[in-house]
Structures are given as C-alpha cells and as structure tokens.
C-alpha cells in the first residue's frame, strides 16, 4: 500500500501538498476515553504524523459502550497505549506514541505540539491544560459532553476561566452524543492542521430539546 492509495480521499479532497504537509504535524489528545477514542479514529486515520495519547486510567466494562476504540479484549489495559496501538494498526504511517500519566507529569516533559486536544472529564485538568497551553503558545481545542449535549470550543486567545472551574463530574452519557461530539472536535483539528480556516474562540453548544431537535448554539468567548 502507497501513501497516495491509503490517502486517496483526502487527496482528492485538498491535493497531495496539503496532504504530506499533515505528516509533519504533531498532536497531543489529553485523555483517552470517549472523545480520546473518537479524536484517535478520526484523527489517527488523516495522515497526521505523530500523534500522542495521554491517559494513566484503565478500561473498565462501563466504558466500552460509548469508547470505540475499546473492545472486551482491551478490560484492564492502559487506555492511552490501548488506543495507540490501533491507530498503528490501522494507519501505517503515523507515530502513535502513549504516555501513561497524568496531565500534570506529561506537560513538565517539554514537548512541543502544534495543537493540543481536551478529551478529559473534568474541569480543572482543563485549567491545567489552558494554562499551559497559553505558556507555551501552544492552540488547543475544548470539548465536553453529558447526556444529550456537547460543546466544542478553538482556544487561542479566549479566557478559560470564564468556565466555573469545579472538579464537576458527569452523569448519564450517550454513546452517540460523544462520537458526534468528538467528531466535531477532530473536524476543527483537521481543518486547522491542513491550512484550513477555521472560527477560534467560539463556543459552540450542541443539544438535543425535548422533541428530538438538535439545536445548535454559538458564544463568543472573552479574551485572556
């Protein structure tokens, strides 16, 4: 298999250039859950070069429904080299590389990254990664989701704290929601990893209403 026939529909999309030049790109996913999984499938099979996967938690029987790159098999394994070691088996031209620990232990390795993506659960690991990420000039892109709704936001020079930063911890979750989600997230990466333009420090809010409508809502975020 060639570069060219495994990347065919993306060509044909944007055009070789634009193709290779994604292989010179480097991301970091912090968190490799639901929207770890979906960022890691979408993003994992795109022609990025190097991708790395931050998460020191193990997969669980709950977790399987709704983080699909898990399957019975993978029950106790460490998700990040879990959901590496597919994306290496489903793309043979990508760097997938895990790292088994905390946010707070990964970002004291100086690494560089053109964007960092938020696949966590809670809202301070998120702080965390917004400081850090205006430190080092370093884009990243939000996202969380609960039950029937999501949102996504492009971080560059928008204020995080405008969140209320509470260790708050989410109930019923969707499987669906998560993966559409997740793709939303993984759709802004891409565009911004080849060139593309992309809206920045807008918060899109996505929910489901009582009748079954998604509706789709959209904030400008303040500045730092």
Known sequence: MTFNEYFNRQIQLWGEATQKSLQAKKIAIIGSGGLGCTLAM???????GEI??????????HNIHRQIAF???DEG?????????LIKHKNPFVKAIAFDMAFDDFKEMGNRYDLILDATDNLPVRGEIDKYAKETAIPWIYASVEEFNGQVCFFEEANFQVFNISDHKPGGI??????????????????Y?????????KLYYLYFDDEGELITQKFGMPKA
Do not use: C, W, Y
């Open 42 to 48: 979408a993003l994992g099979t795109s022609g990025i």
């Open 52 to 61: 790395h996967m931050v998460d020191f938690d193990t997969v669980s029987s």
């Open 71 to 73: 399957t019975l098999e």
């Open 77 to 85: 394994k460490n998700k990040a080299k879990a959901v590496a070691e």
């Open 174 to 191: 969707a499987a669906p929601i998560v993966m559409h989600i997740g793709s939303l997230q993984a759709n802004l990466a891409l565009r």
């Open 193 to 201: 990893l080849a060139g593309l333009s992309v809206v920045k420090d």
